[in-house]
């Protein structure tokens, strides 16, 4: 096996806990009874797929997505049900961060939108007092904003060549076996978060 030089963190699960369940919740009492079938940790529908690839705007999001609520939902309760997944950062995961930086190049590649990316900036900064997420990373890969994202093979690829690393040196860790398997078809290393699992008590990064 080649010497592991690189990291690619996945967000959420990983470095910031976060609940399928609550945002699902949320949506459903504004009246989507489909929302499992739309979002889930395993998937998104064309929709959700648009907004993650910076395709569709805020507002055409909120457009679309209204028209599956209840006729009194306003715009407030929409972004209020859609950042309920966000529930706050793994500090002592960030501080094993600032510790793996001396040791190996580290890299982020979240599947995220510009509604939740503002939004966990800011639960960022209120909760540690630091100013950028990003600082932690010599790159932060966000896929609205690289209009690609998890689990395709071609996410992975780009974000190998424009961070100029090689799969076979690099590890990535993500919580969700589907972006796992879609890594391994490009030839990186991984490493499936489990759930309670944190990436401080990872054996390796102890060695």
């Known amino acids: 096996m080649p010497k592991i030089k690189n990291l690619l963190f996945d967000l959420g699960g990983v470095l910031l806990n976060i609940d ?5 919740d949320a949506f459903k009492k504004l009246g989507v009874q489909q929302f499992d079938e739309m979002y889930s940790q395993s998937g998104a529908n ?3 797929e648009s907004l993650e690839t910076g395709k569709i705007s805020e507002s055409d999001f909120y457009n679309n997505i209204i028209d599956y609520c209840n006729s009194s939902t306003t715009q407030l309760q929409l972004e209020i049900a859609w950042n309920a997944i966000l529930l706050n ?3 002592e995961s960030l501080d094993c961060l600032e510790k793996l930086k001396e040791r190996y190049s580290i ?7 510009s509604i939740h990316l ?5 639960m960022f900064t209120k909760e540690t007092g630091k100013l950028n997420l990003d600082d932690y990373f010599i790159k932060a890969y966000y896929s609205h904003k690289i209009q690609m994202r998890k689990p395709y093979p071609a996410t992975y690829k780009f974000v190998l ?4 690393i090689t799969a076979a040196e690099t590890l990535f860790i993500d919580d969700s076996i589907i972006n796992i398997e879609g890594a391994k078809e490009v030839g990186l290393q991984v490493y499936h978060l489990l759930l309670n699992d944190k990436i401080e008590d990872i054996a390796f990064f102890n060695n």
């Open 161 to 164: 060549d424009d961070a100029g």
């Open 20 to 24: 399928y369940n609550k945002t699902a």
């Open 89 to 91: 950062f793994r500090k």
């Open 46 to 48: 064309s929709l959700f």
């Open 118 to 122: 503002t939004a966990f900036h800011k």
């Open 107 to 113: 890299y982020l590649l979240s599947n995220t939108n």
